[in-house]
Structures are given as structure tokens and as C-alpha cells.
């Protein structure tokens, strides 16, 4: 390849591998964060370096340097560090250091087109645009993965101080940045052992090395293992311990198209294992890959076109005249490493979760991305140029259209946004949110870093939940009992209060009783469901019932509407959104759907407006034995109605067969109409 040629692909590949980032970018990183994510964002806020490295510790999974870094990021922005956009930068500024890496350790083992190639992988995988796209260390450990493979062979050609000092710092920040990074390491002693021929001095000083970034992880090892061998040990939602382990990594891990991605990395395990064989032999003119015999050659050069290695391989780089022979296998010897080192890592994560603790996901397997990008680079760059194009532009639309979302996040900043508008300090807010993670916590914090003047810990009651939480800022009255002392502790909770906020998800019976002791003391005014693939919280926003209500109308045999009123008064004008609210008790459950009509009739008794729909809070067929209900409305004035005096009335009907329930007065004397009199409203014109 002429220089121009390089150039001109690398110039190619950093633009369209920026353009796909920032795409990509633009479009996961204004996502609710997880509950990873809030737990770091909300500890920048509140601990400094010392208690972050001690709260990590208390976990004992996760070693704290990533976490570390990652709250200075947050505190180096302030405010606008809270963003989701904002504190996602930080990972889209290592996705593109790790790009960089794949990049080199591509164009070190096949040139620079495979380098492109292997960050163009990279860059499309979906897999990889979600996970590293979040303010996790998921792009960190793709990072730290591809500069231990690069800094190793690196140094196996030239074993150098300064090299070596390199591949000890990647892996010391390998092993700081997520315990899964001890797979990848394991694969490259693994493949060290098998591939580099025997060398007493440069096997000690391997020792050596492979040692020193061991002992980094030592003060890790002992929360590690109480972890695994005396707490928890495992995770609910790991990877299943049977064959379906690889069938569900296949499934989130694979390129799309699919069957693109079998071709490419089928194609790129035949190069590396056939050059092996060969014994790392290049042969003349670095064709591609072609199926046709009619050479002179035969069955031989057919062979040799499958499995030769790249002139480049011992040209560009000088793996074939002289580092090529510290390795096994010649040349091919450091392209080996593409296979052993991710296959002993996956070996191992597959034994471990079958028959150790289930601690294996896809995401932290993600150290596995960065090999096979490299293998399909290499079948990428074997293609005839027709097909090559062919799959790039294959591999190119769904990344730039199909956004693959692997896991959706709690509606946070729905169930903010609903309350914004109406919640202010003093409010009490009630959480019933099961979830097998910390969801009790991540929304407790979500809470308090957006509401509007923040929100006291002594204003929120947790019933049932997660139990985990941060040392120095722990979960306040959390409670996972009904007995009547934590009945009677609720109600005190509630005292005082104007409002409260219920926030629900997975429901369960133990939420009952509690129920019943806030619908004695207030209504439900609103209500959303908030949804999204996994997830459906339910927030209800609660008003006190006022002491002087009294009952206006019965309608049917348990509904009383006992308050009502118009907050902007009773003269209004065409074109108008008239607000209104009324108070409704149930003195038994109703059973059915009803809906509320409001009615402004004129001098002939004719409907003129009317606003009919259900509750504005709960529904009615979920309404509760003595509850108290507010629902709140508006009656639009027609534009085109002439000024004058309009009677209000209002009625309940079912919503299913349509008919109206009777009306009685407060005496219990039936009405002669299913509509009942609230007052005169006075039109005036627009």
C-alpha cells in the first residue's frame, strides 16, 4: 500500500468512525441514567476521594479506580456535570481512545487498512454503541483490553524498560477499572505461555511483569473474596450456567447483519489458524480471498490464498525477520493471540459461572469486542473489494438506524417532570419499588438531585425495596413490615403534609395497609404510568382532604361528591379553559369504570360544553372502601357561544354501557335528573 493509500483509508475510516460515534452519542446519551450511573453522579455530590474508595470497598466487587475517576469528572463540571448528556462525554472520550487503541493493535498485526477496518467493527457493533456509550466502565475496559494486548506484543518484539513499564500501567488500570479485567489478563499469560517460544530471561521478566500488576490488585483480593465466598457471591440476572450461556452472548454480541458477521469472523479464524499451520509463511501478492482452482498451483495455491499471511505481516512491522521468531508459529504467532487470549477468557467466565458463583453477563464480557473486531478486520481486508464494500455498506445502515437498546432505564426523569409542576418542599413522598438492583436508592437520588428546592430525607417513606445503600449517605425510613407500630409511624410521617407523591413499581400486597391509611387522609388528584420495554412505575400525586366537606350529591349507592370548586371564579369567557375540581368519596369499592361528566347546559336544559373522561387520579374500578378521591378537570367555553348565564351541572355514568348513575340529594331523596346543579356560570365574550 503507497503512502497515499494509507492515508487516504485512514483519513476514510477517522471520519466515518468519529461520525458513527457522535451519532451515536447524540442518541443514547440523553437516556434516563441507570442505576450505576445515578449511584456515581450522586456520590460526587456528597463524598470526596477517601469515602468514595471506602464505599467501593464496602461492595468488595468493583475496585474503585474507575469510580474514582469518574466522580472527578462530575466534580470538575459542577451543575452541568449532573446532566446525562454531559457526565456521558466521559465515555464517548474513552470509546474514542479505545477506538484508537483497536486501531493500532490492528495496524501492528495486518497494516494499516486492517486497523481501519478493526475500528470500523468496533464502531458499528451494537453492542458495543450501547454499552460503551454509558457513564459505566464497560468503554473503559474495551480501552485497557486492546492497550494490554498491544503493549504485551509490543514489548515481546522490543522488551524494553519503557514498554514494559506501559504494559504493567494498562494493566494496572486494567485491573482498577473492573475485576472482569482479570479475564483478559489471564487469556494473555495464557497465550504468552503458548505462543512466545522459550526464553529463560524473557520468560522471568514476563514473570516479572505479569506479577507486578498482580500484586496492584492485592488490597482488592480480600473484599473480592468475601464478596464471592462469604456475602451474596453471585448476581440474579447472570448469564444462564448451561449451553444457553453462549447462545445468549452470541445474541447481543454479534454484528448486525448477522450472518455478515459469521462471514467476516469465519473468514478471519481461517487466516489466523491456516498461517499458523503454514508455519507463518507469507506468500507473494496479498490477494484476497478467492475460491477459484484454476490456478497452476491447485489445491496448493488455494491454500495459500486462504491461509498465507499478509506480506505486511513481515514487512511493515518486522513480526517475520524478527520478532516473528520469538513466537511458535512465526509471523503468525502474534495473530494467535486474537484467539487464545479471548477464548481463555471466555473458558474461564463460562466455568465460573457454572460451577462457581453466576456472576457472568454479556457487558462484562465485553472484553471479548475488541479481539473479534480485529478477527473480522482480518476477513474484512480478505474480501474481494466488491464484496468488501458490499459488507461495510451491510454493516453501515444499521448503525446509522437502528439504535439496539439491550437494556431500557427506570422513567426518572418522567416521574420528575410530573411532579415539577405541583411539588414543593414539604411535600411527602412514599416509594413501593421492588426490583432485584438498588432501584429503592437510585430513586431517592434521582429525586434529590432534580426536584425543584430538593427533598428531604424526613419527607420520604421507602416501603419494602432494595436495601442497598451508600455508607455515608444512607436510605431513611425504609420499612419492610405492616405491623401497627409501622402503621402508626406512617401516619406520623404523613402529618402536617398538604400533599404526598406515590411512586409504585412491582406492586405487592405489603403496600395495602398503607394504602388504606393515606386514603383516609387524602385523595388522589393525578396520576401517570410511566412505561417503557421492562419497566412500569405508576406515580400518583395525593392532596389532603379538607375538614370542611360535606356531602353535595350521592350517585348510585356509595359515591358521594362532597366538595367542589371553580378556582378562577364563576364569570368566564368564550374560548375559555374553565378549571375545575371536585371531592369524591367511596364508601364501597365501586367495581366498575366510571367516567365524570361536566356539563354546561343553557336556558333550555341543552348541553352546550361538556368535559367527560375519567378521574384524573385513580380510576374508579380500582377506587377503595373509604377513600377519598380529587379530581381535577377543565370545561372548554365554546368560542362561538353567546354571552349569558349557563347553568354548571354534573353526573357519573359507566363508562362501559354508557347509562347514568341515579342522583340523590344529601337527604337520600332521588333527583329528578342524573345531572346535578353546581352553580351559574356567567359568559362573557372573548
Not at 642 to 652: K, N, Q, R
Request: charged share 15%.
Amino acid at each position: 500500500m503507497t503512502r497515499l493509500e494509507r492515508s487516504a483509508a485512514l483519513l476514510f475510516a477517522a471520519v466515518l468512525v468519529l461520525a458513527l460515534t457522535a451519532l451515536h452519542t447524540y442518541h443514547f446519551h440523553g437516556r434516563d441514567f441507570r442505576e450505576d450511573e445515578i449511584y456515581t453522579v450522586h456520590a460526587a455530590q456528597i463524598m470526596n476521594t477517601s469515602e468514595v474508595v471506602q464505599w467501593i470497598g464496602t461492595g468488595g466487587v468493583h475496585p474503585a479506580g474507575w469510580r474514582v475517576i469518574a466522580v472527578w469528572w462530575v466534580q470538575l463540571f459542577g451543575e452541568a456535570g449532573l446532566t446525562e448528556p454531559v457526565v456521558r462525554h466521559f465515555s464517548t472520550l474513552v470509546t474514542l481512545l479505545a477506538l484508537a487503541l483497536v486501531w493500532r493493535l490492528g495496524a501492528d498485526l495486518g497494516g494499516w487498512t486492517v486497523g481501519g477496518y478493526a475500528a470500523f467493527v468496533l464502531g458499528t457493533l451494537p453492542f458495543a454503541q450501547f454499552y460503551m456509550g454509558e457513564f459505566r466502565p464497560y468503554s473503559a475496559l474495551v480501552l485497557v483490553t486492546a492497550g494490554l494486548t498491544l503493549t504485551l506484543l509490543r514489548w515481546i518484539r522490543r522488551p524494553t524498560f519503557a514498554r514494559a513499564l506501559l504494559f504493567v500501567a494498562f494493566g494496572v488500570a486494567a485491573l482498577q477499572t473492573h475485576y472482569y479485567a482479570g479475564y483478559a489478563l489471564a487469556g494473555l499469560v495464557a497465550a504468552f505461555l503458548l505462543l512466545v517460544r522459550w526464553e529463560r530471561g524473557l520468560y522471568l521478566r514476563a514473570l516479572g511483569l505479569f506479577a507486578a500488576i498482580g500484586l496492584s490488585f492485592s488490597a482488592w483480593l480480600l473484599p473480592l473474596a468475601h464478596r464471592f465466598l462469604v456475602g451474596a457471591g453471585g448476581v440474579t440476572y447472570a448469564m444462564p450456567s448451561d449451553w444457553r450461556f453462549f447462545r445468549e452472548l452470541h445474541g447481543q454480541m454479534m454484528l448486525e447483519p448477522a450472518a455478515i458477521g459469521h462471514l467476516l469472523l469465519a473468514v478471519g479464524v481461517l487466516i489466523v489458524l491456516g498461517a499458523a499451520l503454514a508455519g507463518g509463511r507469507s506468500y507473494p501478492g496479498d490477494c484476497p480471498l478467492s475460491l477459484q482452482t484454476s490456478s497452476p498451483q491447485g489445491r496448493k495455491g488455494v491454500a495459500r490464498v486462504l491461509f498465507s499471511l499478509p506480506p505486511s505481516w513481515e514487512k511493515g512491522w518486522g513480526w517475520g525477520a524478527k520478532a516473528g521468531g520469538r513466537f511458535r508459529f512465526g509471523a503468525a504467532g502474534p495473530a494467535l493471540i486474537l484467539l487464545i487470549a479471548p477464548g481463555v477468557a471466555l473458558t474461564l467466565a463460562f466455568l465460573i459461572n457454572r460451577f462457581g458463583t453466576g456472576n457472568a453477563t454479556p457487558k462484562n464480557l465485553i472484553i471479548l469486542v475488541p479481539f473479534m473486531a480485529l478477527v473480522a478486520a482480518l476477513g474484512l481486508r480478505r474480501l474481494p473489494w466488491q464484496a468488501r464494500l458490499a459488507a461495510i455498506l451491510l454493516l453501515t445502515y444499521p448503525a446509522l438506524t437502528e439504535f439496539r437498546t439491550y437494556r431500557t432505564n427506570a422513567p426518572y426523569r418522567e416521574l420528575v417532570a410530573f411532579m415539577t409542576p405541583a411539588y414543593q418542599p414539604g411535600d411527602r413522598v412514599i416509594a413501593h419499588v421492588n426490583d432485584y438492583a438498588a432501584s429503592t436508592q437510585a430513586l431517592a437520588y434521582y429525586l434529590d438531585d432534580r426536584l425543584p428546592g430538593g427533598l428531604d430525607r424526613a419527607d420520604t417513606f421507602h416501603i419494602g425495596g432494595s436495601s442497598h445503600r451508600y455508607p455515608f449517605d444512607p436510605i431513611a425510613q425504609q420499612v419492610f413490615t405492616s405491623d401497627p407500630a409501622t402503621l402508626a409511624r406512617f401516619a406520623q410521617f404523613l402529618d402536617g403534609a398538604q400533599r404526598a407523591w406515590l411512586i409504585t413499581y412491582n406492586r405487592t400486597d405489603l403496600l395495602d395497609p398503607f394504602l388504606d391509611a393515606l386514603g383516609r387522609a387524602f385523595g388522589d388528584a393525578r396520576r401517570a404510568v410511566l412505561r417503557n420495554d421492562t419497566n412500569v412505575y405508576e406515580i400518583v400525586e395525593y392532596r389532603r382532604v379538607p375538614a370542611d366537606l360535606r356531602d353535595v350529591a350521592r350517585f348510585g349507592e356509595a359515591i358521594y361528591l362532597r366538595g367542589w370548586s371553580l378556582p378562577d371564579g364563576v364569570s368566564v369567557r368564550a374560548c375559555q379553559d374553565v378549571p375545575f375540581e371536585s371531592w369524591w368519596y367511596a364508601a364501597d369499592a365501586p367495581g366498575a369504570g366510571l367516567g365524570i361528566g361536566l356539563v354546561l347546559a343553557d336556558a333550555n336544559g341543552q348541553g352546550v360544553a361538556r368535559a367527560d373522561a375519567e378521574p384524573s387520579g385513580t380510576l374508579t374500578v380500582a377506587w377503595r372502601a373509604d377513600s377519598y378521591h380529587l379530581d381535577g378537570r377543565a370545561l372548554r367555553i365554546p368560542c362561538d357561544l353567546s354571552p349569558g348565564d349557563y347553568p354548571l351541572l354534573i353526573g357519573l355514568h359507566d363508562l362501559v354501557t354508557a347509562q347514568a348513575l341515579p342522583a340523590f340529594a344529601p337527604d337520600d331523596s332521588a333527583l329528578g335528573s342524573p345531572l346535578v346543579y353546581l352553580t351559574t356560570l356567567s359568559v362573557s365574550g372573548p
